[in-house]
């Protein structure tokens, strides 16, 4: 981690951002190459799209001469953490005789799924915008019944930690605060934990593993969230307003945006306790601004490009 100068005069959610990013790319960029070799000797493709945090595609296509598209799921990096994913890559890069910069790092073209009423994108990165699109896995007629009900007779508070952060999630303090709040709750905690290990939850809370979020959204007159780039999108696009508890990763710097746009609030970890919860998600019920806002939102998402818009971009690069 010393290979990054200045680390631990970082403050400490950029400090952990740039080591998690940097284990992620020492650990996972030589395995994904590793893999994607006989894709690529096999298949020879034209163009390459692949997800922002894919990190092999972009140095093989540049080995290759093959254009390369990434497609973000959240906003900008800081210097700090572009810096830092360089270095833990640069091996793989090295393994397939190029050299690594910032403006080939995402290959061609970084397609940003970020209006830029929330972020902008890093100047030195070829960019263009892309309306997000998402798939979570629902139909039309898989429905739980129980759905039709949420939100329908006074307001509907989603609540979720993702797939995967579920273990790490302030629990009791949510459950805690949202007890005595005169609204319907749904809490997906993850496929790590039984909801049963939860203990016994008041009586306007239902706890799920899963449940797909466009089953709620539509229905949630607020979300909230650890920030994540899915939980995050997802509510601006259905102008809920949202309460974002971050913990790792881009979460602090999406709740930041979310925060600095009047679309929602950010708790801080010493502000979690019940009272400050529910103060919150009260605010976020009542206060007709924050509602404003989170309808500007939801139109700047939808103002972006759709994706099949983009189709004759990424084909001028085979």
Do not use: K
């Not at 296509?61 to 810096?83: K, L, M, N, T």
């Not at 459950?175 to 009586?203: E, K, Y």
């Not at 103060?279 to 700047?300: K, M, P, Y």
Request: proline share 8%; hydrophobic share 45%.
């Amino acid at each position: 981690m010393e290979r990054v100068p200045g680390l631990y005069e970082l403050p400490p959610r950029e400090r952990r951002a740039v080591m998690l990013s940097m284990t992620f790319g020492e650990v996972a960029a030589p395995v994904m190459r590793d893999d994607l070799v006989e894709v690529f000797d096999e298949f020879q493709p034209d163009v390459v799209v692949h997800d922002y945090a894919e990190l092999a595609a972009a140095p093989m296509s540049s080995a290759r001469a093959i254009g390369c598209v990434s497609v973000g799921f959240s906003g900008a990096v800081s210097d700090a953490v572009q810096g830092a994913v360089e270095v833990s890559v640069a091996p793989v890069w090295e393994r397939e005789g190029v050299q690594i910069n910032t403006a080939t790092f995402n290959g061609d073209l970084l397609l940003y799924p970020f209006p830029d009423w929330l972020d902008t994108p890093r100047a030195d990165v070829p960019s263009a915008p892309m309306r997000p699109a998402s798939f979570d896995r629902s139909t039309a007629t898989d429905t739980p019944q129980w759905v039709q009900s949420f939100g329908a007779d006074r307001p509907g508070v989603y609540v979720t930690y993702g797939t995967e952060i579920g273990p790490r999630a302030p629990w009791s303090a949510i459950f805690d605060g949202l007890a005595d709040l005169d609204a319907d709750v749904v809490a997906t905690v993850g496929g790590q934990i039984d909801p049963a290990s939860l203990g016994a939850t008041p009586a306007n809370i239902r706890v799920e593993q899963y449940v797909p979020q466009s089953f709620v959204l539509e229905r949630a007159t607020v979300a909230v969230s650890h920030g994540g780039a899915g939980t995050l999108i997802g509510a601006a696009t259905t102008a809920t307003p949202q309460l974002c508890l971050p913990i790792a990763a881009d979460q602090w710097d999406n709740a930041d945006r979310l925060a600095a746009s009047g679309a929602g609030l950010l708790l801080e970890e010493d502000e979690r306790d019940p009272d400050s919860i529910f103060r919150a998600v009260e605010r976020l019920l009542h206060e007709g601004s924050i509602q404003t806002h989170a309808n500007l939102l939801r139109d700047h998402f939808a103002a972006m490009p759709h994706p099949a818009e983009l189709v004759p971009t990424i084909e001028s690069l085979a």
